[in-house]
């Protein structure tokens, strides 16, 4: 899993709730993306970093919002979560932008 | 915008047989090509890639795949299937020339593998 720790692991939350993920990875890679996969669709992109406090957005933005404040952690933010955030949610990371995306493990992620 | 369709959600091949995999793209230029594979409950691994060169890749675990411009395709192949290559397979491709970042997946082939 190329130093990519992800957590946590499993959460099931009630909607209106906030959540955060967190990415932690021991490569020093600067770039860090966060991604949720859902049956039919497969693996869609929610937000990117290319550097601390450096990112952007992705297709699937809308509900989210990330933070990057040290290299090593990325941090996915549900504001108020709802019952379509429910999915598994991927951290993947590059040194660089011509490197292959190493991913996680996934958080899986239950808005009841 | 880029996009990739793998038209087989489900496949189903018996152990020791060949694998061919079909994957789509829609790019306007050279894409970065990507093959990556998920067991249950595990993140994504990536299989092989495709930048630029010979059309023809090899990867991890006895998989290759075939770049072809004319017909848009990265289709996966093995020639001979082992029981633990059932998995999910994903075929990917990178946003814009020279980038493997920000990848747009297909929506995945899920293969199962008889005895």
């Known amino acids: 899993d190329a130093g990519i720790t992800q957590s946590p692991r499993h959460k099931v939350t009630e909607t209106g709730t906030p959540v955060t993920l967190r990415c932690h990875q021991t490569?020093?890679?600067?770039?860090m993306y966060w991604y949720r996969q859902d049956p039919g669709h497969g693996l869609r992109l929610i937000h990117y970093?290319?550097?601390?406090?450096?990112?952007d957005k992705g297709e699937v933005s809308d509900g989210y919002s990330v933070s990057r404040s040290k290299t090593e952690d990325f941090l996915l933010t549900l504001e108020s979560a709802t019952s379509s955030q429910t999915s598994v949610y991927f951290c993947?990371?590059?040194?660089?932008?011509?490197?292959?995306?190493?991913f996680g493990n996934g958080t899986r992620l239950t808005v009841t | 915008a880029q996009s990739v369709t793998q038209p087989d959600i489900h496949i189903t091949v018996s152990e020791g047989a060949s694998l061919e995999l079909r994957c789509n793209y829609s790019?306007?230029?050279?894409?970065?090509l990507f093959w990556y594979v998920q067991s249950p409950g595990q993140g994504l691994q990536l299989l092989l890639k495709?930048?630029?060169?010979?059309?023809l890749v090899q990867g991890i675990k006895g998989f290759e795949a075939e770049f072809k411009r004319s017909q848009s395709s990265f289709n996966l192949r093995k020639p001979s299937v082992h029981w633990s290559d059932a998995a999910e397979y994903f075929c990917?491709?990178?946003?814009?020339?020279?980038?493997?970042?920000?990848?747009?997946f297909g929506t995945g082939t899920r293969l199962q593998v008889t005895l």
């Open positions: 990917a491709v990178g946003a814009g020339t020279g980038t493997a970042s920000k990848l747009t």
């Open positions: 490569e020093n890679h600067r770039y």
């Open positions: 495709y930048f630029s060169g010979d059309t």
């Open positions: 970093s290319y550097g601390v406090k450096d990112t």
């Open positions: 993947a990371i590059n040194p660089d932008r011509d490197s292959p995306l190493h």
């Open positions: 790019y306007g230029a050279t894409p970065y």
